[in-house]
């Protein structure tokens, strides 16, 4: 048997690469391996009275953030609802520097790119194969006809595990062969349509068109210029359009809004008798009751059963309570207020510019792809998943730490 395989580096690559098989597994699975890569990092570090990583400014930052939701949780209206999330947060800030020191320190890192771009193709795959057959290559079925769920079964969400990891993937591809011919570049496009054109067959219209404006913008920033680069971007405009035309079970998932608002024009209307106006309208309502620090983590679904926030304007009104409100920004504001929410927004957005800065200079592809899932997280409007729960932190605070291990501190 060949020991070397158990060092440190080892041991948190073969963690890491589990990240997106958890996931696919169950959220369970990879709240499981972040818990134990934390434990891991931490005592090795400790071990080996290696803990430079926490004068890492950003390291402060994070810190700064947890303490936010610590205080949050003494503000909530259930504090045994919001006791995990709060103090549990520390686990996400030494995930994300685990991660950020294998990339720094570990030579072979590159078989994490290789390995994310297999499950990546993997998945992609599995997606085109269901939505033919009606199953994925396992036999799992959709609980929903019009959307493909593949290997996460009856959980809708598939698109946006492949946008958590395609753009780091074609960023890898592209920094990968940046000097090489333009075939290289050509199939790497081809590649990048094909994902794309994936997450719009899984029928999850909000991750279908981050999707489609985070690869256009990916491409339109890297300098990767040849002749063909204006088709092939032209082409990412046109795939949606020809998605929608040639594809009944597409097409309907969004005509049950398009045609409306063209017909009627009145989108108050519209969205006063959508679920999202309900869900909208109740989270605005809890930030106006509790404007200063929210009404507490994982508290919105509680609170939203209060009969003050029945507003029969709203056609779906009883049908308001959710786990979150399905928007990203009615989801801090509602839960965090006015204080938690500045903190919070301001450790990503200021991350986010500083990793911008450095990508400018250092111009790569990798931390470009990163940068793209993150920024593209915090897209106004449109409906999105909870911010908090373990499915979308752990795909989230993965490309937040890849996104700053490219920054000189």
């Known amino acids: 048997m060949n020991y070397n395989f158990f060092t440190a580096h080892n041991i948190l690559l073969s963690l890491i690469i589990l ?6 597994i169950s959220t369970g699975a990879a709240g499981l391996i972040v818990f134990l890569l934390s434990i891991f990092f931490l005592i090795y570090s400790l071990s080996k009275n290696n803990l430079y990583w926490m004068k890492d400014k950003y390291f402060y930052l994070l810190i700064f953030l947890w303490l936010s939701l610590i205080i949050n949780y003494f503000f909530s209206k259930n504090q045994e609802l919001a006791l995990f999330r709060s103090f549990g947060f520390i686990k996400y800030i030494i995930y994300i520097f685990a991660i950020k020191y ?5 030579k072979n890192s590159e078989i994490l790119f290789i390995f994310l771009s297999f499950i990546v193709l993997l998945v992609t795959f599995d997606i085109y194969f269901e939505y ?6 396992l036999g799992f079925q959709s609980s929903d006809s019009s959307r493909v769920a ?3 079964g009856k959980e809708l969400k598939i698109a946006h595990f492949l946008l958590g990891f395609c753009l780091i993937s074609i960023g890898y591809y592209f920094e990968k062969f940046k000097n090489k011919s333009y075939g290289f ?3 790497g496009y081809v590649f990048a349509l094909i ?3 994936s997450i719009f067959l899984t029928g999850e219209r909000a991750n279908s068109i981050k999707a489609f404006i985070s690869i256009f913008i990916f491409f339109l920033i890297a300098k990767n210029n ?6 092939l971007l032209s082409i990412i405009i046109l795939l949606p359009i020809i998605i929608y035309f040639t594809s009944e079970r597409i097409k309907g998932r969004y005509d049950m809004y398009l045609p409306q608002k063209i017909e009627n024009k009145n989108l108050i209307k519209i969205f006063k008798e959508s679920l999202h106006g309900a869900h909208y309208y109740t989270a605005l309502e809890i930030f106006k009751e509790y404007p200063l620090f929210g009404v507490g983590n994982k508290n919105f679904r509680e609170e939203c059963l209060d009969e003050k926030y029945n507003n029969n304007s709203y056609v779906r009104i009883s049908e308001r309570c959710s786990t979150h409100p399905h928007q990203i920004y009615l989801e801090i504001m509602s839960e965090h207020g006015m204080i938690g929410s500045i903190i919070i ?6 991350s986010i510019f500083k990793s911008f800065e450095n990508f400018n200079k250092k111009q790569n592809l990798i931390q470009l792809g990163a940068i793209m899932f993150v920024t593209l997280t915090f897209i106004p409007l449109i409906p999105s998943g909870s911010f908090f729960t373990t499915f979308d932190a752990v795909i989230f605070w993965f490309n937040f730490a890849i996104m700053i291990s490219y920054n000189k501190v």
């Open 150 to 152: 593949s290997f996460l």
């Open 19 to 24: 990240l997106p098989i958890g996931l696919l």
């Open 102 to 106: 294998f990339l720094n320190k570990n």
């Open 345 to 350: 927004l301001f450790v990503i957005f200021y």
């Open 185 to 187: 570049k050509i199939i």
């Open 132 to 137: 033919i057959f009606r199953k994925n290559i």
């Open 195 to 197: 994902i794309l054109a």
């Open 226 to 231: 040849f002749k063909f680069k204006s088709f």
